[in-house]
C-alpha cells in the first residue's frame, strides 16, 4: 500500500522559514515526479511546486518564485519543500503528491498525480 506522510507544518511569524518534508513508501515504490499543492480556507487546491526524479527538472507556482525552494532525495523516496520569507497569504493546508507517469517532466496539475498524502497545516502569523 502506497502512502505519503508529510512533515514540518507548524506556526511561524511573516518572514520566518519552515521545510516540509513528504515520505513516500515503500522505498521500493517507483516514482517519477512529486509535487507540493495548498489549500487555504474557502480556496481551492493549488499548485506550489513539483519535481521530477529524473534530471531533476523544477517549476513553480508564480506566487512562490524566490521564496520556495523544492528537492528530492530520491534513494529515501522525499521530497523537502524550504519556505523562505513567509506571508500570511502562504497560510494553508500543504499537500504532497507522487506521479507514477510522465518521466523526466514535471506539472501543476493535480489530476496527473496518483497518489496524495493527508496534508500539514502550515500557518503564518502577520
Known amino acids: 500500500q502506497v502512502q505519503l506522510v508529510e512533515s514540518g507544518g507548524r506556526l511561524v511569524q511573516a518572514g520566518g522559514s519552515l521545510r516540509l518534508s513528504c515520505a513516500a513508501s515503500?522505498?521500493?515504490?517507483?516514482?517519477?515526479?512529486m509535487g507540493w499543492f495548498r489549500q487555504a480556507p474557502g480556496k481551492e487546491r493549488e499548485f506550489v511546486a513539483a519535481?521530477?526524479?529524473?534530471?531533476?527538472?523544477?517549476q513553480y507556482a508564480d506566487s512562490v518564485k524566490g521564496r520556495f525552494t523544492i528537492s528530492r532525495d530520491s534513494a529515501m523516496n522525499t521530497v523537502y519543500l524550504q519556505m523562505n520569507t513567509l506571508k500570511p497569504e502562504d497560510t494553508a493546508v500543504y499537500y504532497c503528491?507522487?506521479?507514477?507517469?510522465?518521466?523526466?517532466?514535471?506539472?501543476?496539475?493535480?489530476?496527473?498525480?496518483?497518489?496524495w498524502g493527508q496534508g500539514t497545516q502550515v500557518t503564518v502569523s502577520s
Open positions: 503528491a507522487a506521479r507514477r507517469s510522465g518521466r523526466g517532466t514535471v506539472t501543476g496539475n493535480p489530476n496527473l498525480y496518483d497518489y
Open positions: 519535481i521530477s526524479w529524473l534530471g531533476p527538472i523544477t
Open positions: 515503500p522505498r521500493t515504490f517507483s516514482i517519477y515526479g
